[in-house]
């Protein structure tokens, strides 16, 4: 199982980029799928996730200003990032987990695939 997180780059605060997580052999529908980052020096945080069943969450320091959606036509879940901010510089993940679920976790423990992240730098 390959999941590739793309879409990221260098970008001024208060604009925005929507990364996407593609899968290869699976579809992403059956899973849960999870966004995490991590930052120079820290160690890795949940963003936001989506549940099979379509339970979102979101991390506080994005709420309001990321959006988590799935496209099953394209077997793709992106993460619309609006409104960025310099300290949204981090590399960014994506995870999928086998669970069935109304609520989605936000605990990386529990995402059984991961893909290469794309790194975000927002930066004047």
């Known amino acids: 199982v390959q999941l590739q997180a793309s879409g990221g780059g260098l970008v001024q605060p208060g604009d925005s980029l929507r990364l996407s997580c593609a899968a290869s052999?699976?579809?992403?529908?059956?899973?849960?799928i999870g966004w995490f980052r991590q930052a120079p020096g820290q160690e890795r945080e949940g963003v936001s996730c989506?549940?099979?069943?379509?339970?979102?969450w979101y991390a506080d320091s994005v709420k309001g200003r990321f959006i988590i959606s799935r496209d099953n036509a394209k077997n793709t879940v992106s993460l619309q990032l609006n409104s960025l901010k310099p300290e949204d510089t981090a590399v960014y993940y994506c995870?999928?987990?086998?669970?069935?679920?109304?609520?989605?976790?936000?605990?990386?423990?529990?995402?059984?695939?991961w893909g290469r992240g794309t790194q975000v730098t927002v930066s004047s």
């Open positions: 995870a999928a987990a086998p669970r069935s679920f109304a609520s989605c976790s936000s605990e990386e423990g529990r995402y059984s695939y």
């Open positions: 052999i699976i579809t992403l529908s059956s899973y849960e």
């Open positions: 989506v549940s099979q069943r379509g339970g979102i």
